[in-house]
């Protein structure tokens, strides 16, 4: 839409600017915008209430009527958290007489976890994009289709045999356990084929003239070209990783290993699960790494949407 | 050189930059879905496996509890693919004519909530159900209406859930629909007015017709995400009260993980593939055009 249009009416509301700026017309605008302000805040609700809650007193958050604004916001919550969630090892880098705070030893194991898994996916997915988008070998077109049927089994159809294969493995309850099978994922490599197809291939053939190695060709010109792309990647991945549940939960039963996810979830079933106050500033903790991620790289969230619904 | 020589050598790089993925998709993906079909037709403990046929199947399905399951993912399915593919193609459509800025800060503030995680977002839920702390409540005693039991009450608990889900306005559904709308012509709208079209007419004619492809991409990646609802059922309820609110994979976590049947989980798995399947197959049919504009 062009620039200077401020306020135009709406099209898709059957106007037009000939139509003219009527009355009417302004009365219409600022009922739209009171409309997409209510549904907004609705939909922020959640995300709100749980900040407000995990800096309002635990008494506080079982009185009525609820403090919707706190009126004497406190850390208490956070305080009681650190100290009431336990301590143990730090065991997911070998450390296990380094003893912390469960809910720190918890935001540690998913940090690393989320970035050695969004770390390797994106190199490892970069140079299979690449080989796919840019190379002809045999076999290509056979493996590329095998990643797209793959794209449309859920997850649930292999959780039971990678349970019964971690067991075999003796990865149980360990973090490799976590990490490795979620290195199958085929989204990114999906993506940047995608992505790198688009790319002139002047410039890779111009590397190879002047006696670049494949690898230094691939570092030196594939990769700094697709950036973009690359960048979406590993967003994605570090959302999915931060955020996953159903697998953690499955292969970790040490509470000194356990993610946020899994550990908010276990918390909820203690004796703290009425504690709404010391809930919410658990879920707050696990969620504003994100929710500063989003702000930090939106306009990358915005294009990943887009790239993935285009279909290849 | 011999043949095997030169292949080599000309291929080489290339199965060098796919080895390292496709290692982790054929070990990790590959190989349990094959696997996962097998289970399926097997009675499986964690030491030994035997075939046993069709029973694992015929189990599933005369199983009420399974019947249950299926029942209340579809209901869930069904009103959160309906909700949230009508409110994201509203918004988008009322936000079209605003600045970029302001469409911008919309499309943040509708994505904003799906950034965090399930998890943590069924937990302010819970406290939002709370019977008698809980927000809704006191929201409906100002307006002098009774306590409800959102949670405890067999006959609300999902709809509860089905409500939590779809109150918030898919900030997947905004972002593409608001740039779908963005690029329909605006002289297809002119060329409706000369004829004399009205708002409504221009909306149904025209803007829902030429977005076709962003409606069947979003309704078959939510009939996908409906389908597998499992974090939120888990933590709110955990499938109760009486098995009110059971899903499918809650069902195959409880099978495989509570009950270690693990050859029956596995049939359970294949039935919801097969079931998301058929619905993205129909779904295709149904609604896939070539619009071009």
């Not at chain 1, 007193?57 to 969630?85: C, F, R, Y």
């Not at chain 1, 356990?177 to 053939?205: H, N, R």
């Not at chain 2, 221009?202 to 990646?221: A, D, E, H, N, S």
């Amino acid at each position: 839409m062009a620039t200077g249009q401020a306020l135009e009416p709406s099209a898709a509301l059957g106007r037009t600017r000939a139509a003219g700026r009527t009355r009417s017309d302004r009365f219409w605008q600022i009922v739209i915008l009171l409309f997409l302000i209510c549904s907004a805040s609705i939909s922020l609700f959640p995300l709100y209430w749980l900040f407000v809650t995990a800096i309002t007193p635990a008494s506080a958050t079982v009185k009525l009527p609820p403090q919707l604004i706190p009126s004497n916001p406190t850390l208490e919550n956070i305080v009681n958290l650190i100290q009431l969630s336990g301590t143990g090892g730090l065991r997911v880098v070998g450390l296990e007489n380094v003893r912390i705070s469960r809910m720190a030893l918890w935001f540690i194991n998913t940090l690393l976890l989320a970035l050695v898994s969004t770390g390797i996916h994106v190199v490892f997915d970069t140079m299979a994009g690449y080989a796919f988008a840019k190379r002809k070998f045999p076999g290509s077109n056979l493996f590329f289709w095998m990643i797209l049927a793959a794209l449309m089994i859920p997850g649930q159809v292999t959780l039971v045999p990678l349970y019964l294969m971690i067991t075999q493995m003796k990865l149980v309850n360990t973090f490799p356990g976590v990490l490795l099978p979620g290195l199958a994922d085929v989204i990114g490599i999906f993506l940047l084929k995608q992505y790198i197809q688009t790319m002139p291939s002047e410039l890779e053939e111009a590397a190879r003239m002047d006696g670049a190695s494949e690898w230094k060709t691939f570092t030196n010109v594939i990769v700094p070209l697709a950036a973009p792309a690359i960048a979406v990647t590993a967003i994605f991945a570090f959302q999915r990783y931060w955020n996953s549940f159903l697998w953690p939960l499955v292969v970790l039963q040490n509470p000194d290993l356990f993610t946020l996810q899994v550990g908010l979830s276990y918390l909820y079933t203690s004796e703290f699960g009425t504690n709404y106050g010391l809930l919410m500033s658990g879920a707050a903790l696990a969620s504003i790494p994100m929710i500063i991620f989003f702000f930090a790289f939106q306009r990358y969230f915005m294009q990943g949407l887009r790239v993935g619904a285009i279909k290849g | 050189m011999t043949g095997i020589a030169r292949f080599w050598h000309r291929h080489k790089w290339s199965y060098f930059f796919i080895a390292p993925g496709m290692f982790f998709f054929f070990v990790f993906l590959g190989y349990p879905v094959l696997r996962a079909v097998a289970l399926a037709f097997q009675r499986v403990t964690l030491r030994s496996s035997e075939w046993v046929g069709l029973k694992n199947f015929i189990d599933v399905f005369s199983s009420q509890l399974f019947r249950d399951a299926m029942w209340h993912t579809f209901l869930y399915a069904f009103f959160v693919v309906a909700a949230w593919i009508l409110s994201s193609l509203v918004v988008a459509a009322l936000l079209q004519p605003f600045p970029n800025r302001v469409q911008a800060l919309f499309r943040g503030a509708f994505y904003l909530p799906y950034v965090t995680s399930i998890i943590v977002i069924s937990l302010v839920w819970i406290y939002i159900f709370q019977p008698e702390y809980g927000f809704l409540n006191w929201l409906l005693g100002v307006f002098g209406l009774p306590r409800v039991l959102w949670l405890q009450n067999p006959n609300i608990a999902l709809w509860s859930i089905i409500l939590s889900t779809i109150v918030v306005v898919p900030g997947t559904g905004v972002v593409l629909y608001s740039a779908s709308i963005g690029s329909i012509p605006r002289e297809l709208y002119e060329a409706a007015e000369v004829e004399g079209a009205n708002a409504v007419q221009k909306w149904m004619r025209i803007t829902v017709p030429l977005l076709k492809p962003t409606t069947l991409y979003l309704m078959v990646i939510y009939t996908i995400a409906g389908f597998q609802v499992f974090e939120r059922v888990y933590i709110m309820t955990g499938g109760g009260p009486i098995n009110r609110t059971t899903t499918i994979v809650q069902l195959i976590y409880l099978t495989a993980f509570s009950d270690f049947n693990f050859g029956r989980a596995s049939a359970q798995a294949l039935v919801l593939f097969a079931i998301i399947a058929a619905f993205s197959f129909v779904q295709f049919r149904f609604l896939s055009t070539d619009v071009e504009y």
